[in-house]
């Protein structure tokens, strides 16, 4: 159990670190992106109000005529316009070119830069992404333009952060998983040894006991024999009993959970058909009847021993517990699985008794103290039995039905 326990602890650290790490992750990389796009969008804009026709690689004439520039930015937005790199293309209104400027590097063509722009104009964008480039366009008097900024250096730089946040993330959650390990050993540990040494209990108890409450069987009935019958030997014969079925149910959840039992192919279908045949005449001295959908030759490698008496364990309880007259045991193949199901009718249990319904000595009503010799053992020694199996078992309760379901792999 406490296997399953540590494995489950790291699953659910190593899930939350990566969680978190994906988390901020995105966070980080979204807040980024978002920055710079907006940044660039922008200097784009900026770029494009203070575009001066007369100034671009003297294409135009007469730069007398030349308006003033807009004021650029201070600060470390002026270093960022300054350091960017800006192309645009002049159209007049007929669709001749009137100015290009590459930036003066040889990153693009005059003629790549005028076919980009000639077919974002035909698209009737804008704005918007071609490539590295992001452009916005905006109309002049007597022109049009189409002014691009080059994102190559902010991207790559996105993506060196994202390369270099993916290897240390990585490798700090690799370590995270070490420490994670050795905690996590560290926690059950002490755990694992008191649940050893309870089960041991448990074992070694259950054997002390089973000789004394033989022996003092066994004169009571010798006794009984002598003097006939009397109300204080009879008292004590019933409490003799008791205890040595309570003995018996240790024995069973000492094995159940400790022994490693044989396993062998067997017909699963048999089992628990023979189990529901077993239990029909009790259904019926009790005015209820077993419904059973239970297919043929469905195998599992397994204990007949304890599958039978988990098949019998859940047949037990719903015929206790049912207030219906009807118990229904449905047995099928899902995928790689065997599932077995058993419901009756009753009251719903509330949640938070739902969940300890598996824990040894539990009873969901506390009333019924040990009631037709039952003491709270059956579903704990099922719960066992299914996972020496390598299975499950799971109880939902609701729409005034009560289903316990237990799934086996079928190896």
């Given at each position: 159990m406490f296997k399953r326990s540590r494995k489950k602890i790291i699953l659910s650290i190593m899930s939350s670190l990566v969680l978190l790490f994906v988390i901020t992750l995105?966070?980080?990389?979204?807040?980024?992106?978002?920055?710079?796009?907006?940044?660039?969008?922008?200097?784009?804009?900026?770029?494009?109000?203070?575009?001066?026709?007369?100034?671009?690689?003297?294409?135009?004439?007469?730069p007398g005529m030349a308006p003033d520039r807009p004021e650029l930015p201070p600060g470390e937005e002026r270093r960022d316009f300054q350091l960017s790199t800006f192309?645009?293309?002049?159209?007049?209104?007929?669709?001749?070119?009137?100015?290009?400027?590459?930036?003066?590097?040889?990153?693009?063509?005059?003629?790549?830069?005028?076919?980009?722009?000639?077919?974002?104009?035909?698209?009737?964008?804008?704005?918007?992404?071609?490539?590295?480039?992001?452009?916005?366009?905006?109309?002049?008097?007597?022109?049009?333009?189409?002014?691009?900024?080059?994102?190559?250096?902010?991207?790559?730089?996105?993506?060196?952060l994202l390369r270099n946040v993916l290897i240390i993330g990585?490798?700090?959650?690799?370590?995270?998983?070490?420490?994670?390990?050795?905690?996590?050993?560290?926690?059950?540990?002490?755990?694992?040894?008191?649940?050893?040494?309870?089960?041991?209990?448990?074992?070694?108890?259950?054997h002390e006991l089973k000789t004394p409450v033989a022996v003092i069987g066994a004169n009571a009935d010798l006794l009984s024999r002598e003097i006939g019958e009397n109300e204080w030997l009879a008292n004590i014969q019933y409490e003799n009993d008791r205890m040595g079925e309570l003995v018996r149910q240790l024995l069973d959840l000492s094995r159940a959970e400790s022994a490693e039992p044989v396993m062998e192919p067997l017909d699963l279908s048999r089992i628990v058909m023979g189990e529901v045949l077993a239990f029909e005449s009790l259904a019926f001295e009790q005015g209820k009847t077993i419904r059973s959908d239970i297919?043929?030759?469905?195998?599992?490698?397994?204990?007949?021993?304890?599958?039978?008496?988990?098949?019998?364990?859940?047949?037990?309880?719903a015929l206790r517990h049912s207030t219906g007259d009807e118990i229904s045991v449905t047995l099928q193949r899902q995928g790689h699985t065997v599932m077995l199901t058993v419901s009756n009718e009753?009251?719903?249990?509330?949640?938070?008794?739902?969940?300890?319904?598996?824990?040894?000595?539990?009873?969901?009503?506390?009333?019924?103290?040990?009631?037709?010799?039952?003491?709270?053992?059956?579903?704990?020694i099922a719960k066992a039995a299914a996972e020496k199996h390598g299975g499950s078992i799971d109880v939902t309760s609701g729409a005034g039905r009560i289903c316990f379901t237990v799934l086996l792999p079928v190896k």
């Open positions: 995105s966070v980080i990389m979204l807040a980024s992106y978002r920055e710079l796009r907006m940044r660039d969008s922008r200097m784009l804009d900026r770029f494009a109000e203070s575009y001066d026709p007369y100034q671009q690689n003297g294409t135009w004439n007469d192309y645009s293309v002049a159209l007049a209104e007929d669709g001749s070119v009137l100015a290009v400027d590459n930036g003066e590097k040889d990153v693009y063509t005059t003629d790549e830069l005028t076919a980009m722009a000639k077919s974002i104009l035909s698209e009737s964008k804008s704005g918007g992404r071609v490539g590295n480039l992001s452009y916005v366009v905006r109309g002049r008097q007597g022109y049009t333009l189409v002014a691009f900024m080059d994102n190559t250096v902010t991207e790559s730089s996105l993506s060196m990585g490798a700090s959650i690799i370590v995270l998983f070490f420490i994670a390990l050795i905690l996590a050993n560290r926690i059950i540990r002490p755990l694992e040894e008191n649940d050893r040494k309870q089960k041991q209990f448990i074992s070694d108890a259950s297919p043929e030759d469905l195998r599992v490698t397994g204990s007949q021993s304890l599958l039978t008496q988990l098949v019998s364990i859940l047949l037990d309880n009753g009251a719903a249990i509330p949640p938070e008794k739902l969940e300890h319904l598996f824990d040894r000595f539990y009873r969901v009503d506390e009333a019924r103290n040990s009631e037709g010799r039952h003491y709270g053992l059956g579903l704990s």
